[in-house]
């Protein structure tokens, strides 16, 4: 969201280096927080009572994701960042890789300045109900859109192997329950980058934090709302065989809603495991990576402090 202000420089110690850089700090649940996310992980593994056949495929995968999948993320957000997006910020965007950065909808460009917010902020992980949407559907959605969209293309390009649709609804099933892995190039590089708070403005005094950027980006809106759209498409297209037997599946908008309901389903079979695999990422790593990517853009941009003003002129 863009906002009128104004900046000015963060104080400097005698050695010139910048000292009003402060830091992220993620705020521990209490009790009662605890209660609800513990609440949260039973809900959302109810869906899971749907696909007992998969049950142990589960457990293995619920296991392995919360293992290993947190450990993925706190060690390879800052380095994907490093090679992809601190060159094109030091240099407005006239240099460094740009395929990462165009995807995730950073358009960066000498009609804006870059600068580095020397004011700390923090993640409290009491507000449930904002982690949730902030975080824990970041990675539902993400492992929902990702997921459908290998499933899609390896049900077409290997459909010799996959003809029945139980086997074609197995095999995505089971690429969504081991698809948190995959999102390490993506999830925690959208959390890293809004929360080092990273801001620019233009001439028009209108402030922006690029993380908000993020939001409007195509692989945000491709992995986000939009990947619950392709899961029902991957349903509805499992054809007459499939829906054949299925209640309320003569209409178009049944078949719709039918869809619906197994998207549910399946996201309730997996947000479990990442709710805890946010939480540990959040807990354990989180902070250690939003500070590393501060200090080390801190070398690259001015870090300023922002005055908010609706008085500025237009």
């Not at 309901?261 to 996201?267: C, E, G, S, T």
Request: aromatic residues 10%; positive net charge; hydrophobic residues 50%.
């Amino acid at each position: 969201m863009e906002r009128k202000g104004n900046v000015k420089d963060a104080p400097r110690n005698n050695s010139g280096n910048t000292s009003g850089l402060a830091e992220l700090h993620v705020e521990k649940p209490h009790s009662l927080a605890w209660i609800v996310y513990f609440a949260l992980v039973v809900v959302l593994n109810l869906g899971i009572y749907y696909l007992q056949n998969l049950l142990a495929i589960f457990i293995l995968a619920a296991i392995v994701d919360i293992a290993i999948v947190p450990i993925i993320w706190g060690k390879c957000a800052n380095g994907i960042l490093r090679r992809n997006i601190y060159r094109r910020l030091e240099t407005q965007g006239k240099t460094g890789p740009r395929l990462l950065a165009g995807l995730l909808g950073l358009n960066l460009g000498s009609a804006r300045s870059y600068f580095l917010e020397g004011r700390g902020k923090s993640v409290d992980l009491n507000s449930v109900s904002l982690v949730f949407r902030q975080r824990i559907f970041d990675v539902i959605s993400s492992c929902i859109g990702l997921g459908f969209l290998i499933a899609l293309t390896l049900r077409y390009a290997l459909s010799s192997l996959f003809v029945t649709t139980s086997s074609i609804i197995g095999m995505a099933i089971i690429i969504l329950f081991f698809m948190p892995p995959c999102v390490f190039w993506f999830v925690p590089l959208i959390w890293t980058l809004k929360d080092a708070d990273v801001r620019a403005l233009d001439a028009q005094y209108n402030i922006s934090n690029l993380g908000d950027e993020i939001k409007t980006g195509f692989l945000r809106k491709l992995l986000g709302v939009t990947a619950i759209i392709t899961g029902v498409g991957f349903f509805t297209d499992l054809g007459p065989g499939f829906w054949a037997d299925k209640p309320f599946s003569n209409t178009v908008l049944g078949m719709y809603v039918m869809s619906m309901m197994f998207v549910v389903i399946l996201i309730c079979s997996i947000g479990g495991a990442a709710t805890l695999i946010t939480l540990t990422y959040l807990l354990k790593y989180h902070a250690r990576n939003v500070n590393r990517c501060r200090s080390d853009l801190a070398e690259r941009l001015p870090v300023k402090y922002t005055q908010i003003s609706e008085n500025l002129p237009p």
